[in-house]
């Protein structure tokens, strides 16, 4: 049973939008930082954006102005999902995406990082 689940991958036209879902299995209290990365054909895996636990954010130069990494906050103390918006697709960000979660399982337990399972984004020109 995957604890993060990944969704929002697809098809879409160059220039189109997706939102990508990493969301919390009941076995998650919290997560309390998580990053999205990728994966092309014959390439590293690479980190796209990530969102702390205070919310601040960072991206790879390569999506910045386009893709927007957000998370849940809808539950007090407790976020329980991580998004990543991504407008203005191109071709060039066809790849496997990855959610990897810094997460605990109770309150009081120590922290521990987490991958979910990856969806494809393919984008036609």
């Known amino acids: 049973q995957e604890e993060l689940v990944v969704s929002g991958g697809g098809l879409v036209q160059a220039g189109g939008s997706l939102t990508l879902s990493c969301a919390a299995s009941p076995t998650i209290f919290s997560i309390n930082g998580a990053g999205w990365y990728r994966q092309g054909p014959g390439n590293q895996r690479e980190l796209v954006a990530s969102i702390n636990s205070d919310g601040g954010t960072t991206y790879a130069d390569f999506v910045k102005g386009r893709f927007t990494i957000s998370r849940d906050n809808s539950r007090r103390n407790a976020v329980r999902a991580v998004y990543l918006q991504m407008n203005m697709l191109k071709p060039e960000d066809t790849a496997v995406y990855y959610c990897?979660?810094?997460?605990?399982?109770?309150?009081?337990?120590?922290?521990?990082?987490?991958w979910g399972q990856g969806t494809q984004v393919t984008v036609s020109s």
């Open positions: 990897k979660a810094n997460v605990r399982r109770d309150p009081f337990d120590r922290p521990l990082d987490l």
